[in-house]
């Protein structure tokens, strides 16, 4: 689009200081957020926690086991 905007010159000027992230349509990173905190919820926070520092202490576990269990392929 942008040298349906520009002179080409302008274009390739313009696009050489952008740095492009891929963004997958339907998997932005909001998404990806909302899934995480609902498998939290689900998986970690189905009982009554009475204290911060045990709500604090069951996510880093959560968390832990997480990040050490293999993802499937995608």
Not at 28 to 34: D, I, K, T, V
Request: proline share 11%; hydrophobic share 40%; glycine share 2%.
């Amino acid at each position: 689009s942008l040298y349906e905007a520009f002179p080409p010159a302008e274009a390739a000027r313009i696009a050489r200081k952008l740095e492009i992230h891929y963004t997958p349509k339907h998997g932005s990173w909001l998404n990806m957020a909302e899934s995480e905190l609902s498998i939290l919820a689900r998986q970690c926070l189905q009982r009554r926690i009475p204290a911060r520092d045990e709500l604090a202490t069951a996510v880093q576990a959560w968390l832990a086991d997480g990040n050490h269990a293999p993802t499937p392929p995608p």
